[in-house]
């Protein structure tokens, strides 16, 4: 089973003001050097019918929503993690395996539960779907299906508020009209290709032959390409372990190379990257830095000591020094977005681990 909850981020603020209900509403990440500099982050399904949609300018969602009410607000990520939080800890209670794979979707594993019984795979969902909705105010949808690609594609067939059951000897049926490019993994440049071959639906991906597609795609692409129009993967609903990595990046007020502005920026980033770790109880094994330049190339740097450590100023200290050492090796170009992260992370588990948290 896949669950995906809708127009996630827009929802959480919908579910805060039941005002916004009816209007277009636009979550932005608003980079700041500008009043209206930045991208939309995701929106409202009445947006979407306007056509603004995530990773568009916010500069463009204004101008086509010009005379339409619409509402623009800043991401709230602390509300919506809240939210993600509680309703993934309720969600791991109806499957048998858990994994969250993202800040809105989790898949469960629900072979045991359904027992071969597949009428019982749109009980589970529904119940699943009502007790999202009682416990956050949220509507999700949901796909189940013989394995996780199909259940990701179901879950994505009837949004908003869906619920597509899949079941095995449907599987064909389901993939083949779909447009290549409703196969997980296969992204525009992908279907750019295919659409080259004359390859638009996945009935006509799964006919190609599997050889042809690995001189194209090579190897691995190309057999999972051949695999994934044929329905098959096998991959395991798979627990993780935590979270892998905490960071944040912001963009400067202008592009420079000058540690001066560099550094409030950077100490800032440094405290909101502990902030999370203390929150989320974590100590960081590495700390590292990203630096976005003027030409949008993305260059990082990091550091990994022998003991984690939850301090403030350990993060603060070795990115200062990441970035100086970046900006003496690194030639002449300006600095556009900056960032910090934090990996390596580790709960404190005994006494001598937290001896080494609290720094002794
Ligand atoms: P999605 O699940 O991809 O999108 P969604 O929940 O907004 O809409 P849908 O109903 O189609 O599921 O992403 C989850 C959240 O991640 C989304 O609410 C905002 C954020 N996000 C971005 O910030 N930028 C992006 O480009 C995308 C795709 C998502
Ligand atoms: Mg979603």
Partial sequence: MHVDLDYFFAQCEERENLSLRDKPVVVCVYSGRTADSGAVSTTNYVARRLGVKSGIPIVMAKKILKDADAVFLP???????????????????????????????AYLEVTERIGGRWEKARE???????????AERLTSSIGVGPN?????????????????????????SF????????????????????????????EELAKID????????????????????????????REREGREQISRIATLKQNTRDTQLIFPELDR?????????????????????????????????SRTFENPSQELNKIRNVARELF??????????????????????VKPTGQKALSDFLGA
């Fill in 210 to 237: 599997p050889q042809e597609l690995c001189a194209l795609f090579g190897k691995s692409n190309g057999l999972y390409l051949h695999n994934a129009a044929n329905g098959i993967d096998e991959e395991p609903v």
């Fill in 148 to 172: 996780k690609l199909i259940a990701k594609t179901a879950s994505d067939f009837q949004k908003p508020d869906g619920l597509t059951v899949v079941q095995p000897q449907e599987v064909k």
């Fill in 269 to 301: 980033l440094s405290q909101e990257v502990h902030t999370k770790a203390v929150e989320a109880g974590l100590g960081f094994r590495s700390v590292g830095i990203i630096a976005i330049m003027e030409d949008l190339s993305i260059h990082s740097r």
């Fill in 175 to 202: 993939l083949s009209p779909l447009p290549v490019g409703k196969l997980y993994g296969v992204g525009k440049k992908t279907e750019q290709r295919l659409a080259e071959m004359g390859v638009k639906t996945v």
């Fill in 75 to 105: 991401v709230n990520h602390g509300l919506y993690e809240k939210v993600s939080n509680s309703i993934m800890t309720l969600l791991r209670g109806y499957g048998d395996r858990f994994e969250q794979v993202g800040i809105d979707e």
């Fill in 324 to 345: 100086t050492q970046f900006l003496g090796s690194d030639g002449e170009m300006n600095v556009r977005r900056i960032g910090v992260k934090l990996s390596n992370l």
């Fill in 124 to 134: 589970i969902g529904l119940t699943v779907k009502n007790a999202i909705l009682d």
